[in-house]
Structure formats: C-alpha cells, structure tokens
Nanobody, 128 residues
C-alpha cells in the first residue's frame, strides 16, 4: 500500500526557513516521481515543485524559484522541500503526491498529480 507522510511544517517569520519531508513507502523507490502541492484558504491547489528520483528531473513553479529546493534521500525514500526566504504568501497546507512529468505546449517541463496517492498535508504559516 502506497503511503506518503509529510512533516516539517510550522510557524515561521517572514524571511525564515523550513524543511518539509515526505516519507514514502509501499512502492519501489524511483517508480513514482513525487511532487509538492499547496493550498491556501479560498485558493486553488497549486503545484510547487516535483522531482524524479530516477533521472533527477525537477520542476519549480515560478513563485518559488531561487527560494525552494527539492531533493531526495534515496536510502530513506524521502523527498525534501527546503524553503528559504519564506513570505506570507507561502502560507498554505502543503501536500506531497505522486506525479508525472510532461512538456507543456511551449516545451517547458511541468508536472501534475497522477496515480492518486496523496499525503495528509502539513501546515506552513509565515507570519510575524
């Protein structure tokens, strides 16, 4: 049974940092790419970042480029999202999920949730 368990959320001041973890189990590591999504109250869910452990392919949404870094620990089957220079607009419930990569009509790498496996979410609040 595929399980994704997030941790690492919390309350942080603007400009601060957090590292989110997504511990995966129940499937052969590298079989699924993993992504981070977030949803703020009253807003649509947004894809934040994705990584394919097999080939190292990554994706970042424009608003987090240069501030967030996605990585994997292939021994612990865990995906991390290092979030630096946090802003109040980063406040949201963050989820990890299995994803697939694709190229959009402009040829840019993108990713989307696929296969239906999601974690329970971890809350990130950026506030002074």
């Amino acid at each position: 049974q595929v399980q994704l368990v997030e941790s690492g959320g919390g309350l942080v001041q603007p400009g601060g940092s957090l590292r989110l973890s997504c511990a995966a189990s129940g499937f052969t590591w590298n079989y699924y790419a993993i992504g981070w999504f977030r949803q703020a109250p009253g807003k649509e869910r947004e894809g934040v970042s994705c990584i394919s452990a097999g080939d190292g392919n990554t994706y970042y949404t424009d608003s987090v480029k240069g501030r967030f870094t996605i990585s994997t620990d292939n021994v612990k089957n865990t995906v991390f999202l290092q979030m630096n220079s946090l802003k109040p607009e980063d406040t949201a419930l963050y989820f990890c999920a299995t994803v697939s990569f694709y190229s959009d009509r402009d040829g840019r790498t993108n990713c989307r949730a696929e296969h239906g496996y999601w974690g329970q979410g971890t809350q990130v609040t950026v506030s002074s």
